[in-house]
């Protein structure tokens, strides 16, 4: 098996919704060497030192990623921080998100005209199918008990992971906590999801959200991109973001 750099790029990859790089991380809490923090722009670096453990080295990890990407589009090394939502704020004109898992962090850029993006990964291992009620909507539920048992945690896997991708793609702009209950995923098995919000605040706009999952060595990742013509007047609760006619439940 290959040897893992800890903060080495493993791959970098066009996906469907941008570039997309992840980047090897120590599975361990140490300080991150002070010559991988000096890759990172001043302010970034900074920031990073004021933190810790794990939390140090998934930061890291997810910048270099980001900016790894960034490079590939020749965008300039500026710094790129969170706001107060904990939300990367990204250069103008340009879309991205972070998620980091354990042993890997990734991190997806686009130019901004193609909508917004939310990014996330999870490990496979271990099941949490205590997770369910949780994470999903009644109907979801009965759509996923309905599975074959050995169906069900990787259904759920996906369905939490995309939520968490329309977090970060709606956070941003609602400015609030959204609950788990807000979304209903639609799972395709052409690795497509679409979404229906049931937002809490009826004065709240519809979105237009579109998914993707892709399968990755004991991992998934999911990508959501909320489209540039997301405030489309739709009534708010129900089917707003449905693109797709057809639905199976994965
Ligand atoms: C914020 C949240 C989605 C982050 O997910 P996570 O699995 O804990 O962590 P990940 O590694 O995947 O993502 C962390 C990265 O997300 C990004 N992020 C954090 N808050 C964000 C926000 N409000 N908006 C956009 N991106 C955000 C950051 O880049 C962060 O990494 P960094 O701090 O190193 O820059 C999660 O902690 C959370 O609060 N979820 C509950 C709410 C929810 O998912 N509701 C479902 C609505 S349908």
């Not at 910048?63 to 904990?86: C, F, K, S, Y």
């Not at 004065?203 to 909320?226: A, C, H, I, N």
Request: hydrophobic share 40%; proline share 8%; glycine share 6%.
């Amino acid at each position: 098996m290959a040897t893992m750099i800890p903060f080495s790029t493993a791959f970098t990859q066009a996906v469907q919704f941008g570039l997309l790089t992840a980047v090897h991380l120590p599975d361990d809490p140490s300080p991150v060497p002070e010559k991988v923090l000096a890759r990172l722009p001043k302010a970034e670096l900074a920031y990073a030192q004021t933190l810790r453990g794990y939390r140090q080295v998934s930061f890291v990890g997810g910048r270099l990623a980001l900016h790894e990407t960034l490079g590939q589009l020749r965008m300039p090394n500026d710094p790129v921080l969170n706001d107060a939502h904990g939300c990367p704020v990204m250069p103008a004109g340009m879309t991205g998100s972070i998620s980091h898992k354990r042993t890997l962090a990734v991190a997806i850029v686009a130019r901004s005209r193609h909508g917004q993006l939310g990014l996330d990964l999870e490990d496979l291992n271990p099941a949490r199918m205590h997770v369910a009620e949780k994470v999903l909507r009644p109907e979801e539920l009965k759509e996923l008990l309905e599975l074959p048992p050995e169906r069900q945690w990787t259904s759920l896997l996906l369905r939490f992971s995309l939520k968490e991708a329309v977090y970060k793609v709606l956070n941003p702009t609602l400015r609030r906590y959204i609950d788990f209950q807000e979304a209903r995923i639609h799972l395709d098995l052409d690795l497509t999801a679409s979404v229906d919000l049931y937002l809490k605040d009826p004065k709240e706009p519809s979105f237009s959200l579109d998914g993707r999952y892709q399968w990755m060595d004991g991992r998934v990742l999911t990508m959501m991109r909320l489209r540039p013509d997301a405030h489309s007047g739709l009534p708010l609760n129900g089917n707003k973001g449905r693109l797709k006619g057809s639905t199976e439940a994965l």
